[in-house]
């Protein structure tokens, strides 16, 4: 559809093409998303090359395709453990920071059962990293999982195995609290 609009051929089209391109195929787009979206393509004549906008969706789409696979890995390891997420996130945490580096990370995965080549690794960097910095905390790593669960109708309650969540008499432990605490500022 992006190509039908592009009468001249030089893979560029203008912003009000784009959002109806756009709004037909995914209707209840937002508009800002879809400015967005047209903004990181956008050339000096303001005009959007729509073939960079179909190769980096097309990049996106095969990012996903490996993320799903680890992440179906991940559930069946993680269903099959009496371990929490927290707790494998803070045994990966060696310096105790309230992050991963990309090697704790690994180390992490590995613990899901879940070993990754250097391009799988960052497919899955460019959705956990929600902020950029290279380093994952344990927020974003919980936000990514929850995410996938949703996606499958499940919720980390159906997967709750931690003494992280309870103690024998029924309440949070304090210290826990504190420590989990940490990992959300």
């Given at each position: 559809m992006l190509m039908d609009r592009d009468t001249l051929g030089t893979d560029r089209i203008r912003r009000i093409e784009f959002q109806n391109v756009l709004q037909r195929v995914h209707p209840k787009m937002e508009l800002d998303i879809i400015y967005s979206l047209f903004k990181d393509h956008q050339d000096s004549d303001d005009k959007c090359n729509?073939?960079?906008?179909l190769n980096m969706y097309l990049e996106y789409k095969n990012k996903r395709k490996v993320v799903d696979t680890i992440l179906e890995t991940m559930y069946y390891k993680y269903s099959s453990s009496d371990v929490s997420l927290f707790e494998l996130f803070d045994e990966s945490d060696r310096n105790k920071d309230g992050n991963l580096?990309?090697?704790?990370?690994?180390?992490?995965?590995?613990?899901?059962?879940?070993t990754l080549s250097n391009e799988q690794l960052d497919a899955l960097l460019f959705f956990v990293d929600l902020n950029g910095n290279k380093l994952i905390n344990y927020k974003e790593l919980r936000t990514f999982f929850d995410g996938y669960l949703k996606s499958q109708n499940k919720s980390m309650d159906d997967l709750a195995r931690s003494s992280y969540t309870r103690n024998p008499q029924g309440y949070w432990g304090r210290d826990i609290i504190f420590k989990a605490q940490e990992y959300f500022n």
């Open positions: 729509y073939r960079q906008f580096d990309e090697k704790e990370f690994q180390d992490c995965l590995r613990k899901f059962g879940v």
